[in-house]
Structure formats: structure tokens, C-alpha cells
């Protein structure tokens, strides 16, 4: 069947260590001031690096979710016969269990949390769960979009969720992947690696006509979507960027619009030196000539890495600066990287100048994902 309807986004909520709900999250990307923090979740003895940015107090991760799905479907106006028959789709941490839960609580395990949260919320739809690591979250968007461009689903909430825990800690310092100097620089000289990051975030995705039907306001049009593997690596990118550079064309074949049309690129850029420079290949090639030009951020240097979620807490960044017409800027800069010539955001918000913004992301095993979201 033809793609055909436009898809909208009608509501979102974000938690992370920035604060709860779409403004603490706007204005902490905005004021470009890191919320790195020393651990004090679990025991960070003898761990290289002690730092991420964690919410000083936190719910279970389920309940978190249910809260932000809950804020997401309020702020979307879904009434409780909008949810009956809406589908969930949550990207998280497929692994054991590893943060305390409270003395009492029933806590679901992975494969059961997608079926507790839409009873929870009222999501009588079908559900799924994503747990391919850093794309988890912008492949349910994705695949959320393509059912309803197909006309195959009327909503999606997609939902996403990471709090920083002791496993994945552990694994990252080992792998001498966290920044030892305690800061993300994306795209800079003297990048040292990457930080954790909590983040919880929920997006309502239905077709155009199914939000006028019901008279609500879209927040911002899911214009396009791409996905493409590297092929190459199980820890590294390909060093040109092939596969992101090909999720990218294909988001913007999807929207039918031309790279000139992009005025923004949330980017993956962890802070990592072989990620970085294989992200700043992909947009050469996409972009050309262009790519010099066009005002790319990580705001991941200021809200962490928040794995699985970070798709989606990423999405929702973007939205809110097409929204109000500000780009974040990147923290952490020393100097310019003559293997990533792009034009990094610095110091402070520039204001936007297209409709149009990508936010990407990519993964071990070589997995890359592209979103393309204009102002509604």
C-alpha cells in the first residue's frame, strides 16, 4: 500500500537530569551548562570516571514511564476513548535488572513492561518493545511513522527510558568509552569519550486527519525517516559514514525535500573520536558544500547519553527548538577537529532558519537511524 498520510506529533513529555517536563528540558539544552554530576546512585569505587547526569531522585523505571506517557497523552488531549485503541511502542534497557527498586514493589520485568504500561495508561492497542541498544528509540519512531503513513494505525505513543545503573556503568568505564576528564566535547579537539545520562521521554504520533477529526494542535509533522547498517564493525562506525549518511538520503527521500531544506542536525556525536569523524563524513556527503553550513549540536553534552532513550529525548530537543525558533549549543568545545569540518553551535542558541531538522543516532553493530521533523 502507498505511504499517504502525514503524520503529526501531538504531544511529548522528556525527564531528565535537566529537570521533568518540555520546558526544564529546553531551557537546560539551551543554557548549554553540563549536568555531570558525581554518582551517588551506586557504589563508584574503583570505576575510572565517576561521573553522569542522573535526576537526584527518581521513581522506578516503570513508573517513570507511566508518568511520562501519562503527561505525553494529557498534553496530545487523548480522552479515554482516544487511548482504547492506541498502540505503545517502548524502547529500553533489554538487560538484568539492575537499579534497587523499594521494598514492596512489583517491579515487570523487560518483556512484561510494555503490557504493564499500557494497562496502566489505558493503551489498548498493540504493543512493542526495542531494546537495539542507541537506535531502540528512533526505530520505534520510525516504525510508528510508517504504520501510520500506511494508514495501518491511527495513533502510536512511543515511549523510551534509561536511568543510569551499575551494569552498563561498569561496561562503558571498562571499555574506557566515558570521558576520564569528565566532560562530552563533541565534534572537538581532545574529545575523550562519552558520560551517562537518565532520560525518560513519551511522544504521541498520529495521522493528520485523525488529529483535525478530534481537533487537536500538532507540536510538529514527522516529515521523514531513514535506517541503514554499516556492515563494518561490531564497536566501530564505518569510518566514512556510510550507513548514517544513507539513513539520512533516505529521510530525505521520504519527505521529498532536498538537504538545502534542512536548517539543524541534533547529532548523534557521543564526545568518541572515531564516531565523531565518521558523523562528520556522513554529513559531507549528504550535505556537500552544504555541510560547513549547516548548525549541527550534540546535546548530549550537556544531558548525557541516555542509551536507549536518547532517540527519543533527542526527537523531543528538536522539536522544541524548531518550536521556538532557538539551536542549542554544544558544550565542552576546545578546539576545531580538522577531521569533523562541521559547523558545531557554540557558546550560545543561534535561531533556526528552516522548518526542517534531523536528529540522528547510531549504535554498536553498526545500526544508524535518521529523523526528519518539521514545524508543524
Known amino acids: 500500500m502507498a505511504e499517504r498520510e502525514t503524520v503529526r506529533i501531538t ?13 526544564a528540558l529546553l531551557s537546560g539544552v539551551l543554557t548549554g551548562a553540563p549536568a555531570f554530576t558525581p554518582v551517588r546512585r551506586f557504589d563508584t569505587t574503583g570505576r575510572r570516571v565517576t561521573l553522569a547526569a542522573t535526576l537526584p531522585q527518581t521513581d522506578t523505571l516503570a513508573g517513570e514511564l ?31 535488572r539492575s537499579l534497587p527498586v523499594p521494598s514492596g514493589v512489583d517491579e515487570p520485568t523487560v518483556p512484561a513492561l510494555a503490557g504493564h504500561l499500557a494497562a496502566r495508561c489505558g493503551l489498548g492497542g498493540p504493543t512493542r518493545v526495542y531494546t537495539t541498544a542507541c537506535v531502540s528509540a528512533s526505530t520505534a519512531v520510525a516504525d510508528a511513522a510508517a504504520l501510520i503513513r500506511r494508514g495501518d494505525a491511527d495513533r502510536v505513543v512511543v515511549a523510551a527510558g534509561y536511568l543510569v545503573e551499575p ?41 493528520a486527519a485523525v488529529a483535525a477529526r478530534r481537533g487537536a494542535e500538532p507540536v510538529a509533522t ?73 548548525p549541527v549540536s550534540s546535546t548530549k553534552s550537556v ?27 554544544t558544550a565542552g568545545w576546545l578546539a576545531a577537529d580538522p577531521d569533523c569540518p562541521v559547523d558545531v553551535i557554540r557558546d550560545a542558541p543561534r535561531p533556526v532558519a528552516t522548518g526542517h531538522a534531523l536528529t ?5 553493530g553498526g545500526a544508524n537511524t535518521a529523523l526528519l521533523v518539521g514545524a508543524a
Not at 242 to 271: F, H, I, K, S
Not at 360 to 364: D, G, H, W
Open 222 to 294: 514527522v516529515a521523514g525517516w531513514g535506517r541503514a547498517g554499516d556492515a563494518y564493525h561490531a564497536c566501530q562506525p564505518h569510518p566514512g559514514g556510510d550507513g548514517l549518511a544513507r539513513a539520512v538520503e533516505a529521510a530525505l527521500r521520504r519527505a521529498g525535500l532536498p538537504p538545502a531544506a534542512v536548517g539543524y542536525v541534533n547529532a548523534n556525536a557521543t564526545g568518541t573520536p572515531f564516531s565523531d569523524a565518521a558523523e562528520a563524513k556522513a554529513l559531507g556527503r549528504v550535505f556537500g558544500d552544504l555541510a560547513g553550513r549547516l
Open 303 to 329: 544531558h548525557g547519553h541516555t542509551l536507549e532513550a536518547s532517540g527519543l529525548l533527542e526527537l523531543v530537543v528538536t522539536v522544541l527548538a524548531l518550536r521556538h525558533g532557538k539551536l542549542p549549543p
Open 66 to 96: 507511566a508518568d511520562a506517557v501519562d503527561h505525553a497523552g494529557r498534553d496530545a488531549g487523548l480522552e479515554r476513548a482516544d487511548r482504547a485503541g492506541t498502540a505503545l511502542f517502548l524502547a529500553t534497557h533489554g538487560g538484568p
Open 167 to 207: 551494569d552498563q556503568y561498569a561496561l562503558f568505564d571498562a571499555g574506557r568509552a566515558l570521558a576520564a576528564d569528565g566532560a562530552v566535547r563533541p565534534f572537538s579537539a581532545g574529545r575523550k569519550g562519552l558520560l551517562l545520562g537518565d532520560g525518560v521521554a513519551a511522544v504521541v504520533l498520529e495521522s
Open 360 to 364: 540522528l543516532n547510531s549504535a554498536f
Open 11 to 23: 504531544g511529548m513529555h522528556a525527564v531528565s537530569a535537566l529537570g521533568r517536563g518540555a520546558d
